[in-house]
């Protein structure tokens, strides 16, 4: 099996729709994550938090993502994020949960909106215009479609940078997310893994 490193196709359904992932290990959409308990060849064994598990045969062609561990000092104004975050407050700043950096030959579509099916919670994609970081909480501006977007990163929000990955991160104790899961026969399979430092991404 060859493992493509390319990152276009898995970003944009691993990363940009991370709001649809669930922390079950149940297939819920084509979509399933979990901790790597094993890995015989292409087949990966899977646990999420609840203790099930399944095995998931990797596909001809697989892309493998990384979504490294960052800060928010380590983005740079003009970069391309996803950020999901907390609707606006009273000052019209909104809370980030987790921000995405996005490959830097992947750009998505531009978007200001609800997070997936949650209504109290926004998604947007867009260059960072302005990036504070220091000792406390630090603070992005978002930029689309003529408008400004502030949003608070806390301490605990989650952010990664999502970059080119191989079968070597696959390795027992990995955190993977697969999009594109399908069922054949009764078995699993997959061609997109992303594999994450922070074991809470995504966080939906």
């Given at each position: 099996?060859?493992?493509?490193?390319?990152?276009?196709?898995?970003?944009?359904?691993?990363?940009?729709?991370?709001?649809?992932?669930?922390?079950?290990?149940?297939?819920?959409?084509?979509?399933?994550?979990?901790?790597?308990?094993?890995?015989?060849?292409?087949?990966?064994?899977?646990?999420?938090?609840?203790?099930?598990?399944?095995?998931?045969?990797?596909?001809?062609?697989?892309?493998?993502?990384?979504?490294?561990?960052?800060?928010?000092?380590?983005?740079?104004?003009?970069?391309?994020?996803?950020?999901?975050?907390?609707?606006?407050?009273?000052?019209?700043?909104?809370?980030?949960?987790?921000?995405?950096?996005?490959?830097?030959?992947?750009?998505?579509?531009?978007?200001?909106?609800?997070?997936?099916?949650?209504?109290?919670?926004?998604?947007?994609?867009?260059?960072?215009?302005?990036?504070?970081?220091?000792?406390?909480?630090?603070?992005?501006?978002?930029?689309?479609?003529?408008q400004n977007y502030e949003i608070a990163v806390p301490p605990d929000a989650v952010i990664v940078r999502i970059e080119d990955g191989s079968k070597d991160l696959l390795k027992p104790g990995a955190a993977v997310s697969m999009s594109n899961v399908a069922t054949?026969?009764?078995?699993?399979?997959?061609?997109?893994?992303?594999?994450?430092?922070?074991?809470?991404?995504?966080?939906?």
């Open positions: 099996m060859t493992i493509v490193r390319g990152l276009a196709a898995t970003f944009a359904a691993a990363a940009m729709t991370a709001a649809a992932f669930t922390p079950a290990l149940a297939q819920e959409a084509g979509r399933l994550r979990g901790e790597v308990t094993k890995v015989s060849g292409d087949m990966l064994t899977v646990k999420s938090d609840d203790g099930k598990t399944a095995d998931v045969a990797l596909e001809s062609g697989t892309t493998i993502s990384h979504a490294v561990a960052i800060k928010v000092g380590d983005i740079k104004p003009g970069t391309f994020v996803g950020v999901g975050a907390s609707l606006p407050d009273d000052k019209g700043v909104m809370k980030a949960m987790q921000v995405v950096v996005f490959p830097a030959n992947t750009r998505a579509s531009e978007r200001h909106g609800a997070w997936g099916a949650d209504s109290n919670a926004t998604m947007t994609n867009a260059p960072a215009t302005m990036v504070v970081a220091g000792q406390g909480p630090g603070k992005l501006t978002l930029t689309t479609n003529g054949k026969d009764g078995k699993l399979s997959t061609k997109a893994v992303t594999v994450s430092d922070d074991k809470r991404y995504p966080t939906r």
